[in-house]
């Protein structure tokens, strides 16, 4: 393994590329995950307006176990 030799000044300029290019990076991530969130909200609307319109799509909620033990008390 060899170690390379860099200048100060050569490792000041590298260090600076990079850390400028992980603010570009962090910035185009942050436009993308605005326009995500947005997306994500649009498609929420539209869902919960299908399954306002459409009830029979949705999934049947399970049935309340203590109305069954109830029911079943009931009958005793």
Do not use: W
């Amino acid at each position: 393994m060899t170690i390379e030799k860099v200048s100060q000044d050569e490792m000041l300029q590298q260090f600076k590329e990079r850390f400028a290019a992980l603010i570009e990076e962090n910035k185009r991530l942050g436009e993308q995950m605005r326009a995500n969130e947005s997306t994500a909200l649009k498609l929420q609307g539209a869902i919960e307006a299908l399954e306002y319109y459409n009830p029979e799509t949705e999934s049947a909620p399970p049935e309340d176990e203590e109305d069954e033990d109830l029911a079943v008390g009931t009958t005793d």
